[in-house]
Nanobody, 128 residues
Framework: QVPLVESGGGLVQAGGSLRLSCAAS????????MGWFRQAPGKEREFVAA????????YYGDFVKGRFTISGDNAKNTVYLQMNSLTPEDTAVYSC?????????????????????WGQGTQVTVSS
């Protein structure tokens, strides 16, 4: 059973917005960080955003440039990604992930290998 389930993807025109949601499914766990990654065809999976529950600090990939906002509910292991001013370059499969271990360095929040649980992903397609 996939521990995380994403929703909210779809087709949107350039300049539009989408809000992705991710919720824990079935399995009970306590995460320290939850994040979003994306993978476009022919490219590696890249970091989009993460939120550390303790303190509520948010982290974003360089390409976000103020367009995306991550938020969520720690108690429910639920995380959202509000995406505005979308461009065709944002087209990808977006996956959420949960990090259980609590790392002392924020560099692990950007590292897909440091996340233990993953969802199957939701497709986001931005047309020009």
């Amino acid at each position: 059973q996939v521990p995380l389930v994403e929703s909210g993807g779809g087709l949107v025109q350039a300049g539009g917005s989408l809000r992705l949601s991710c919720a824990a499914s079935g399995r009970t766990f306590r995460s320290s960080v939850m994040g979003w990654f994306r993978q476009a065809p022919g490219k590696e999976r890249e970091f989009v955003a993460a939120i550390r529950w303790s303190g509520g600090t948010r982290y974003y990939g360089d390409f976000v440039k103020g367009r995306f906002t991550i938020s969520g509910d720690n108690a429910k292991n639920t995380v959202y990604l509000q995406m505005n001013s979308l461009t065709p370059e944002d087209t990808a499969v977006y996956s959420c992930a949960a990090q259980i271990a609590l790392y002392g360095s924020s560099r692990y929040y950007y590292d897909r290998g440091a996340y233990e649980y993953w969802g199957q992903g939701t497709q986001v397609t931005v047309s020009s």
